[in-house]
């Protein structure tokens, strides 16, 4: 990152480009060449107004990454589920084709690849409610950390998906888990915007004041990014903590 001091706090759904080998990308970010703005500890902040398209695209990412990963991209011979990784699977939300696999092997619920995600984790980032119901019923630990400490809670957090958020939630899951960069399942809600998964973490108790390794809190990094709806969730639970007190 040109022109930055502190650490970012990167899109985790998106920063998932370790299927193919043959990848030797980086980027978890996707910024619009047009995007006008300034790198603030780490954070990419505004510096003149934007119209609709340019905002979004400060956190948009690279669906043909993500598609090529989940076996999804589309070549002269496409992938066949057959010879899909079950991580792979479970990121495309093949429940039948999971549930064959863990016939013949049970030891794959939980298997962990090369950077330590399970399938779980996958089904999370990428959003496959049933999935996730699925490998949750059949015994699947939604506590297991991955080698960068990334966890099924903090990748449903970083893509939105609070349905999934709850579930996790259900399960006893640590809410403030921190990762590699010291960032909490309620710091990547905050910086994706995704208000209905801050609701569903702070009503479950998520710390706000934990800060990420660059210094911000989840109310500091709500308001870098200008993201009012999420910062408004911060200050109602906040006045609700207040009036419990008083």
């Not at 902040?45 to 598609?67: A, C, F, Q």
């Not at 999971?98 to 995600?117: A, C, F, I, P, Y």
């Not at 449903?156 to 609070?162: D, E, V």
């Not at 905050?190 to 998520?206: F, I, P, S, W």
Request: glycine residues 8%; proline residues 3%.
């Amino acid at each position: 990152m040109d022109g930055t001091d502190g650490v970012e706090i990167p899109d985790l759904a998106a920063s998932l480009h370790i299927f193919s080998d043959d990848l030797a990308l980086e980027s978890t970010t996707c910024l619009s060449g047009e995007a006008r703005g300034e790198w603030l500890n780490g954070v990419m902040v505004p510096t003149e107004n934007m119209g609709v398209d340019e905002e979004e695209s400060l956190l948009k990412y690279s669906t043909t990454l993500t598609n090529r990963q989940r076996g999804n991209e589309v070549t002269v011979r496409p992938a066949t589920l057959d010879i899909l990784s079950i991580h792979q699977l479970a990121a495309q939300g093949e429940v039948l084709q999971v549930s064959t696999h863990l016939s013949k092997d049970s030891s794959l619920l939980n298997r962990q690849d090369e950077r330590g995600l399970t399938p779980l984790m996958w089904a999370a980032a990428f959003g496959e409610k049933a999935m996730v119901d699925f490998l949750l019923e059949n015994g699947a630990d939604p506590s297991t950390i991955a080698w960068e400490r990334e966890s099924a809670l903090t990748l449903a957090s970083s893509g939105g998906y609070a349905v999934i958020v709850k579930r996790l939630l259900e399960h006893g899951v640590d809410i403030n888990a921190y990762d590699w960069n010291g960032g909490t399942p309620l710091l990547y809600a905050v910086r994706g915007n995704h208000v209905r998964c801050a609701e569903a973490l702070l009503d479950k108790g998520a710390d706000m004041n934990i800060e990420a390794d660059s210094g911000y809190s989840p109310m500091a990094l709500a308001v870098a990014l200008g993201h009012k709806q999420v910062q408004k969730v911060l200050e109602d639970h906040i006045l609700k903590l207040l009036k419990k007190k008083a």
